[in-house]
């Protein structure tokens, strides 16, 4: 048996992490020259984004080069894990260095939770005016949630050269989704693929947002925190400030885009007649956008909201694709609405899109599934002997998935509530509490009450800002990934 | 001829003892040294011992020079190697068992054409088959489709309700023109006469359009009812196929019972629209528990003959309609009537359909066996064959047969005695005696 590493509690494999998390350090620090380019272009903070940029970089390459011996090396579960979330709250926090240098926020927390807001792709915001800020501290703001759409990890997989398992590792415990799937005999290439559409899709996005009014800059921006569902705007009244339904119509198309699986793009693309499970998730995902804008529709116009049959529509067409999708983007103020259809938004907020999409939320699939095996729980009582068989479209999932998708589905509300209660204990009215978990945790952004649509994260007191911080994380690598990390079991050393 | 069948199992016994009895000469191979030792003298064949998928071996025996080739050891993959040894070495026709859909699907193009392995048969997917077609056709018990399709035999039961009952059949109310042409009493099947009566119990046998045969058989059993619920008894190789077709069926529940747990679980992945039933009892508490009592079909095709028996013996007493049961071993087949079940299947049989087809050579298309050994063949009157331009009534006194129906120019025609035969006419013919010899010299132009 091999001695205990004492001094670091679980026994990690940090030659293979450090190099992991160097790797998404380096996307960080050349987001940070970019926007280091566009100070010295534009308005200023040079040595907000300079001197991050001066410091990530060097260490970001010492790191990798570190690792370049280490390939063949296997990396476990745990390392995996471990490897992912460190990575991510490092991102945060070196993203957080220029606000805090410009100083746009003063306490780190704030920082910290804009940072994270940012890189999770939550779009909850601190920020009372927005348009105060220079064009560089912009532009940082939608690049953080456009590294963290995909996410960073798989960018990593992406562009790092390969490295057997390891990769693999991270690579799962990054993406979202209920079994483990590629597009390609190696996940590297599954990786760029998933890249190149994410890609595409911006550039598509952005020529659409630019031909539907925008300016340029605005499309740029816009476009990476649509596709990759983020929420972060240039302006305080966000997409409604623009009061375009050309722009709102191209921003709900790529808000939808982004929440559709990345995998069933790519199989579309192959004319593969095999489109499960992708085809028959992603048909779901829409009708629930169709049933759920109808619902919102009706409710408003029954409630005599003022707005007409078409301003209703299209109101509620982009509150819902923006709460489900977990943009947050606004364009109404909803927290006006009636109790009924703020209700329904709050529930739709947990829905989240498809798996392996750029959305937040329980995804689609797992809704399926949760769906299907209660019913079938239901049937049991009447047929106790009759198998039962989870499936979706002709293709079965095991017991495992099925044991699987009630445990998240435990966990999660359990993470709500807690985390709900938690918020409570800060001063925050329930409706506040509870939306601000629910906007977090299913990274959306705005909630309800005092975190509502016209409002922004300000009223949550300093604490409260730190454990949303961390459910907005645990929200994006769904809960298993870093709720990995709190159980006793990953900080017992011996263990592998 | 010379034919080698690779093998001693039920279905390869079967097999040589039904050639032997033929006159071909036939060697039986076996890898059981202790199972061929025990067949020595009781079969009229040369029983060897030895590997049927060597090569070397096959040559020894002089697979050559065989006209036939017949692999049906238990194990797929020797089957299609030794086809596919006999087809190199020489042998002119090979039959190889592949129970296993995974190996070429419903398609056999791919091992005919490219192995050159001239028929692969898989008898439980053929017998489930079978169950389906008799299910499917509402007062039948049994059908078979000959001519690409074109034309049904079916069997049905004479009920009660039956209005053939105790009347004569020539005095029978024509539905749609059809053929009754073969009784089944007693386990022996004749040819009918017009003054024959049928009695309740008899299993008549009806000749007509495929598009016919529906309102002729409900007319003859007396009922129409389309069957609503199956209940499948034993989810194996014939179960799960079985299942499969009858699922989409519309308007048709498929349930199946399975014993096995696991089994249970990979049936029920595999089938979308059926309810598969972990259920370890055969007894009649267990089945009324999961609806026989009222179930239209109730299919008993478990593995073991006897607890087949029993399902459906206690299904048929519970009030289940139509109970069809699968056995395997021709020991059980007196037991199917006196247990009251209206119709047994057997994956054996089936096989021997299939091998004396390939015995019989290209003339007979068709081939569909009778307990009592009276069968339905197709076959085709060639050009210049003796029983070109004669009338049906000629052809049927030289060849001892009845023709049944004819298929001419993509025509189903229900003959009568003056008909006259031209070449080139496809017909399904009723034989109550084995081998074919009569037969092929009244159709065949070469014999």
């Known amino acids: 048996m091999r001695r205990v590493r004492g001094r670091l509690g679980p026994n990690l494999n940090w030659q293979i992490i450090v190099p992991v998390v160097s790797w998404a350090l380096l996307a960080v620090g050349l987001g940070l020259a970019v926007c280091f380019v566009v100070a010295v272009v534009g308005e200023g903070a040079v040595i907000a984004f300079g001197a991050p940029a001066a410091v990530v970089l060097p260490l970001a390459l010492v790191g990798v080069a570190s690792g370049r011996r280490l390939r063949s090396m296997p990396l476990r579960a745990r390392d995996g894990f471990a490897a992912v979330t460190v990575a991510w709250i490092v991102a945060a926090a070196a993203g957080a260095v220029p606000f805090l240098l410009h100083g746009t926020f003063a306490q780190p927390v704030d920082a910290f939770f804009e940072s994270m807001s940012g890189f999770t792709t939550t779009g909850a915001t601190l920020l009372d005016r927005i348009e105060d800020e220079p064009d560089a501290v912009l532009l940082w703001r939608s690049l953080t949630q456009w590294l963290g759409g995909v996410g960073i990890v798989v960018l990593v997989v992406a562009i790092a050269p390969a490295t057997g398992l390891a990769t693999q590792r991270v690579f799962y415990a990054e993406t979202s989704g209920i079994t483990a799937e590629r597009l390609t005999p190696r996940i590297a290439d599954t990786a760029k693929i998933i890249w190149g559409i994410y890609l595409t899709l911006t550039a598509l996005g952005f020529g659409a947002y630019w031909l539907a009014g925008m300016t340029p800059w605005d499309a740029i921006n816009h476009i990476f925190t649509s596709v990759a569902t983020g929420g972060f705007s240039t302006r305080t009244a966000s997409i409604g400030g623009f009061e375009s339904l050309p722009i709102e119509l191209v921003a709900i198309t790529f808000m939808v885009a982004g929440g559709i699986n990345f995998g069933f793009y790519w199989t579309a693309l192959r004319g593969r007649e095999r489109l499960w499970p992708q085809a028959a998730e992603v048909r779901a995902y829409l009708l629930i956008l169709l049933g759920a804008s109808t619902v919102v529709t009706a409710s408003l116009l029954l409630a005599d909201e003022g707005a007409g049959v078409g301003g209703s529509i299209r109101a509620s067409a982009f509150s819902v694709v923006t709460v489900v999708t977990g943009t947050g983007y606004t364009t109404a103020d909803f927290d006006e609405w009636p109790a009924f259809t703020r209700l329904t938004l709050l529930g739709l907020m947990f829905v989240g899109g498809c798996a392996g999409s750029t959305a937040g939320g329980m995804k689609v699939i797992r809704i399926m599934l949760l769906g299907k095996a209660a019913v079938q729980e239901v049937q049991r009582q009447l047929q106790p002997k009759a198998m039962q068989v989870l499936r979706v479209r002709g293709r079965v999932f095991s017991e495992e998935v099925r044991r699987g998708v009630f445990a998240f589905l435990a966990i999660y509300l359990a993470v709500f509530f807690v985390g709900t209660l938690v918020m409570a204990t800060f001063g925050l009215d329930p409706v506040t509490a509870a939306s601000s978990v629910a906007a977090t945790l299913n990274v959306v952004g705005p909630g309800l009450g005092d975190v509502g649509a016209s409002e922004n994260f300000t009223a949550v007191p300093d604490g409260g800002r730190w454990v949303l911080s961390a459910l907005m994380l645990v929200g994006r690598l769904e809960i298993f990934t870093v709720l990995v990390l709190l159980t006793p079991a990953f900080w017992r050393p011996n263990i592998a | ?447």
């Open chain 2, 1 to 447: 001829m010379r034919v080698i069948v690779i093998g001693a199992g039920e279905v390869g016994q079967h097999i040589a003892r039904t050639l032997s009895s033929e006159r071909h000469d036939v060697t039986l191979v076996d890898a059981d040294a202790a199972r061929v030792e025990a067949l020595q003298g009781e079969l009229d064949a040369l029983v060897v011992n030895g590997n049927g998928a060597s090569p070397k071996f096959l040559r020894e025996l002089g697979a050559g020079g065989a006209q036939l080739l017949c692999a049906v050891t238990h194990s797929d993959e020797v089957n299609v190697i030794a086809a596919l040894a006999a087809h190199q070495l020489g042998t002119e026709r090979t039959v190889a068992r592949v129970r296993d859909a995974e190996y070429f699907g419903d398609d056999d193009s791919f091992a005919r054409d490219e192995l050159g392995i001239d028929f692969v048969i898989n008898p439980e997917r053929a017998t489930a088959e079978d169950l389906a077609a008799a299910i499917l056709l509402p007062g039948a018990v049994h059908v078979e489709y000959f001519a690409d399709g074109k034309v049904a035999v079916a069997e049905s039961i004479v009920t009660e309700r039956s209005p053939l009952r105790g009347q004569p059949l020539g005095n029978r109310r024509i539905v749609k023109p059809s053929f009754v042409f073969g009784l089944i009493r007693d386990g022996r099947a004749i040819a009918t006469e017009p003054g024959h009566r049928p009695k309740v119990g008899d299993h008549v046998l009806t000749a007509a359009a495929r598009e016919d045969i529906e309102p002729v058989v409900a007319h003859i059993a007396g009922r129409a009812n389309r069957v609503r619920d199956v209940i499948i008894f034993g989810g194996g190789r014939i179960g799960l196929p079985l299942a499969r077709s009858l699922q989409t069926t519309p308007g048709l529940r498929v349930t199946v019972m399975e014993r096995d747990a696991d089994r249970a679980r990979r049936i029920a992945e595999q089938l979308n629209d059926t309810t598969v039933l972990h259920e370890e009892g055969v007894g009649k508490e267990a089945l009324v528990a999961h609806g026989v009592d009222r179930a239209g079909a109730f299919v008993a095709c478990a593995g073991d003959d006897r607890a087949n028996l029993l399902a459906a013996l206690h299904a048929k007493q519970l009030g289940a309609d139509l109970c069809l049961s699968v056995v395997s071993r021709e020991e059980f087949m007196p037991l199917v009537d006196a247990l009251g079940i209206d119709a047994a299947f057997s994956p054996r049989l089936v096989t021997a359909e299939a091998i004396l087809r390939a015995v019989r050579g290209p003339n007979v298309h068709g081939m569909y066996l009778l307990s009592g050994g009276a069968e339905v063949v197709e076959v085709q009157a060639d050009r210049g064959c003796r029983a070109e331009g004669r009338t049906v009534a000629q052809a049927n006194t030289h060849a001892l047969t009845h023709v049944t129906a004819i298929v001419r120019g993509g025509r189903v025609l229900i003959p009568k005695d003056a008909d006259r035969l031209e070449a080139g006419d496809r017909l399904v013919v009723f034989n109550t005696r084995q081998g074919l010899a009569a037969l092929d010299k009244t159709f065949d132009a070469a014999a």
